[in-house]
């Protein structure tokens, strides 16, 4: 393909004329803008809402939506969506939401919802003398924001308290003002930022008004005002038991009890290993991102959270807890959620509404357990094949049409294959031969 030049303007182009530059892109141009015109939708009302979501766009790129049903929280039976595209995520949450169904299902707490924010700022005076105005900096703040929070208060949200903190021991003069938000059912992120901001200007002002303050004290350099994704204090417990006896399952062969020592050695490994405790983590993610993306929730945010999260002990640990006593099992998830259920995304995108919708309109907090519970209900599917029969049989099982569809297969070759493999171990080697058998 032959070197392009810089393009300069683009974003400046007509969504057509960007399809036309982005499908020179291809050796078959003309396939290729076709083929990105198919996944158009056809209702160019709705078409225009989803390229006003992003910049450039130019076509949609489709997830499979599936859901998880009969999944029993705290008594509530969900219809769970998941928008994922890796086989097998939906079937483990699926078989988990089956498995504790007649074992009291699962059950999710809130512990704490607090969100944070930061102004990062330079000044050079002593920490000393910049504490014993705090409390006249704080009021001013919060005063002085009324503008911004006064509607987050009305509906029984706003900042929760604004806290300085010396940070001239990591980096010469450097200070940050920690705030704490409670953001009830919103994405908070605009609040929080437009807050902060709010914040960072009536900071400056203090340092330049106040006559306590000379020569360079009066300089406040704010660097930054941000909200933090790391919200500790915005925790959801999610957890499932029963007595030992109960986790009899058939069709494999070991005892409840030898099941439960090997899954909690299994938990335990993720906890001490950091290179297990990631891919365990994952599993738990698959969960939890599939539940965030179908209701307009931001995943990246999320993920990262959780990760800081399981690194905060100094060393990145499993996110789940196994408790085996007095013959009774106990797995526990406890996890950093910080999620919205107004605003943003969740009533923009038709999907994520209808997400929502489905989960019978939660609340944040509802949708935090909903969540929590997914990630652990995927961790569990996912531990329980490990230590038993194994990952591969059951996620080739699911990935068998993946590998059809690599070879173009026809219904009638699908469904030769599903009888076929019935009792066989799947593989990418194993499906080419049938194929290739089927075919000649
Ligand atoms: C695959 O997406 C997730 C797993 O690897 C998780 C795990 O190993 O616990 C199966």
Redesign the pocket.
Known sequence: MPEKKPINGFSKLNKQEKLEVVASYFEDSENALAELQTFWHNDPKKQKLFDEFSENTITNFFFPFGVAPNMLINGKKYMVPMVIE?SS?VAAASSSAKFWADKGGFHAKIISTEKIGQVHFIWKGTPEKLKTHMPAIKKKLINGAKDITFRMEERGGGVLDIELIDMTYELENYYQLKATFETKDSMRANFINSSLEEFSSLLKSYFTENNDFVNGEKDCMVIMSILSNYTPNCLVEAFVECDIDELEQPGIDMNPEAFAWKFDKAVKIANVDTFRAT??N??IF?GIDSVALATGNDFRAIEACGHTYAARSGKYRSLTKVSIKDGKFKYTLRIPLALGTVGGLTTLHPMAKRSLELLGNPNAEELMMIVAVTGLAN?FG??KS?VTKG?QQGHMKMHLFNILNHYDATEEEKKKAVVYFEDKKVSFQKISEFIKDFRS
């Open positions: 890796e995520v891919t365990h994952k599993g698959n961790n996912a531990i490990l990952i």
